[in-house]
């Protein structure tokens, strides 16, 4: 069920530089949330910007005082939109609809495999909500066996490290100037943790960097950040058979479906595979068929 | 409701202080929803053609789906009609992305009519449309007027269709076998009183539901255009489908749209298609559906 509401902006914090983290009354939407899923945020209060932005649910989280349950986003200031959204302070209300799109689906795992999830600068933002997710599904025996892979430019970039831990990950984390732990992108940190693991590994390619950690091998990934990351990861994902989901982003109007303004190219469903041509493809919507995608149906640009 | 949908409304004859002719605006439905809180029963039914409707408010075209992704947010029985978004005879992929630009207090879109076709639309989307309880207006596109004849015959054989919408004035549709980004405009149907007038009166021939043409305001008299619509037996007219526009990135000097040009709605060109409506108010006595910037906004 998709729901409309004015909320009440609870807190709107600073994290670090240019990054915030917003929490919403919204128990009606937050109830009915799944990780991977968006809400739709008026940031004005008149025509501009018009349309609305789309934010990943970061995380759920109960109130005690009230018992009520509470919404988080993460964002990055970066356009028009969230340069005002900066300025909401607590108490201030903001029109907001959702649950919105397609979550991840978990895949269901044997409790020797592990999940890896591989956020990118902001698109860490719906892994916190999925690792909550995960962690409580896990059986005892198998819990907080999960592997967190954080992907950010520099040490002060490095988003929701302490979150994952209290849930009980394993973090990894990559910075593209070494400032921290491992240098270079996530993507490569990846390929570090897939690689010794598997003899599907592209001949020639040497592994400089050893990386330890616990938890191999890895069963799935889910992802989510910039389209090329994403991209990198696909390719992986196939190269190492590893069933992989990525959560997309994509200027939108409606947010519902209706448009058809934000579509992706993907791969036609069977049943005539044989039949396929290679350049044949059908345009799926990222608002609501998406954003999130198993990585083998989408056809790249 | 997303912002992206703009209200029609339809225009009646009231005695305005400016002027019999002048669109209804909302301050006066304000007016008389007040009047309504208040006790006092005032009446907002509207004929269109054959279509009786229970209050003036109703969906563009292209803003709205075919209301199945909207049924959640909305209250669909509260409409006045709901218009589909346009159907041709042959499923379209539509234009490549990206389709949505934000420009200043509008959106610039090229869609290029992505839908399922008319069959699929039949067997699919109608089924929901129907069980809503208000007339569902079919919208129909085509390359040809034997397109438009086509699925004309084929959605009057339907039930719980109340009109057709034709639209002959989508500013982004290109040839239907080429799926390159094409800048090349080619005349619309609606920039042209002669074709506009033999398409119209194509259809009609062929139907008894009530035709409505949606017109293009990119031509430089529409009142011509309109009253060809009249002669060829348009019991209506939708003024207006988006202006044609462009938008450039300044970093990359590429256009925005996947399509190159798109077509401008939103507030932006609210002031532009009001004055279309009232040009054309002043010379012809058919209903006008006035559209273009118009939002739903919640108090």
Same mark, same amino acid.
């Given at each position: ?23 919403? +009354? ?18 004005? /209060? ?100 999960? @592997? ?10 490095? @988003?929701?490290? +302490? ?12 910075? /593209? +100037? ?101 350049? /044949? ?7 609501? /068929? ?12 | ?299």
């Amino acid at each position: 069920m998709i729901i409309q509401i004015l909320s009440k902006v609870i807190s709107n914090t600073q994290i670090v530089e240019n990054y915030f983290k917003m929490c919403l +009354d919204a128990p009606a939407v937050a109830q009915k949330a799944e990780p991977g899923q968006f809400i739709y945020v008026h940031t004005s /209060d008149g025509y501009q910007p018009l349309l609305r932005r789309a934010f990943s649910i970061h995380n759920i989280r109960r109130e005690k005082r009230e018992n009520r349950e509470q919404m988080e986003i993460l964002y990055k200031v970066r356009g028009e939109g969230t340069r005002i959204l900066v300025e909401k302070k607590a108490g201030e209300k903001l029109d907001i609809i959702g649950p919105l799109g397609k979550g991840f689906t978990l895949y269901p795992l044997p409790s020797t495999l592990y999940p890896v999830l591989v956020g990118g600068g902001v698109g860490i933002a719906p892994l916190v909500f999925l690792a909550q997710n995960l962690a409580k599904n896990q059986k005892p025996k198998t819990k907080n066996r999960i @592997l967190v892979l954080i992907g950010a430019k520099t040490k002060k970039e490095i @988003l929701c490290k +302490d979150e994952f831990e209290r849930l009980g990950c394993e973090v990894k984390v990559a910075t /593209d +100037d070494g400032s921290q732990s491992f240098k270079g992108k996530v993507t490569e940190l990846l390929e570090e943790i897939l690689a010794p693991s598997s003899k599907l590994q592209a001949p020639g390619r040497e592994l400089k960097k050893p990386v330890t950690c616990s938890l191999q091998p890895v069963a799935c990934i889910y992802a989510c950040g910039p389209s090329p990351m994403l991209k990198e990861i696909a390719q992986l994902a196939q190269q190492y058979k590893i069933p992989c989901q990525v959560s997309l982003e994509e200027r939108m109007a409606c947010g519902v479906g209706a448009c058809r303004g934000c579509v992706l190219k993907v791969v036609p469903p069977p049943p005539s595979p044989l039949l396929r041509s290679p350049q /044949d493809f059908i345009y799926k919507r990222v608002c609501k /068929d998406g954003p999130v995608f198993e990585t083998g149906e989408i056809i790249w640009e | 409701m997303a912002e992206m949908n703009p209200v029609k409304k339809v225009r009646r004859d009231i005695k305005h202080p400016w002027g019999k002719s002048a669109p209804l605006d909302n301050e006066y439905l304000t007016r008389q929803a007040e009047c309504f809180s208040n006790g006092v029963k005032i009446s907002l039914e509207t004929k269109l053609g054959k279509i009786k409707l229970r209050n003036p408010v109703m969906v563009a075209s292209g803003t709205f789906g075919y209301a199945e992704e909207f049924a959640e947010l909305v209250d669909l029985k509260k409409l006045g009609a709901i218009v589909t978004k346009t159907i041709t005879l042959n499923p379209r992929k539509g234009n490549l992305p990206p389709r949505i630009v934000e420009t200043p207090c509008g959106i610039l879109n090229a869609i290029g009519l992505e839908n399922p076709g008319v069959e699929d639309f039949i067997q699919e989307k109608l089924l929901f449309l129907k069980k809503i309880g208000v007339p569902i207006i079919v919208s129909i596109g085509g390359d040809k007027i034997e397109e438009f004849v086509e699925l004309t015959r084929r959605l009057s054989k339907e039930e719980g269709i109340s009109g057709l919408e034709l639209n002959i004035s989508c500013p982004n549709v290109q040839q239907a076998t080429s799926h390159k980004p094409q800048a090349t405009s080619q005349k619309l149907i609606a920039q042209d009183e002669d074709a506009t007038y033999e398409l119209v009166k194509a259809v009609r021939e062929n139907t008894n539901l009530t035709l409505i043409a949606k017109l293009s305001p990119n031509v430089t008299d529409i009142v011509t255009i309109a009253k060809s619509a009249v002669k060829g037996g348009s019991d209506a007219l939708s003024l207006i489908n988006t202006f044609s526009a462009m938008a450039i990135d300044i970093e990359t000097r590429k256009p925005k749209l996947g399509n190159i040009i798109g077509g401008l709605s939103g507030p932006a060109i609210k002031p532009l298609a009001l004055k279309t409506v009232w040009e054309v108010a002043q010379q012809i006595d058919i209903p006008i559906i006035g559209m273009g910037g118009r939002l739903f906004e919640k108090k």
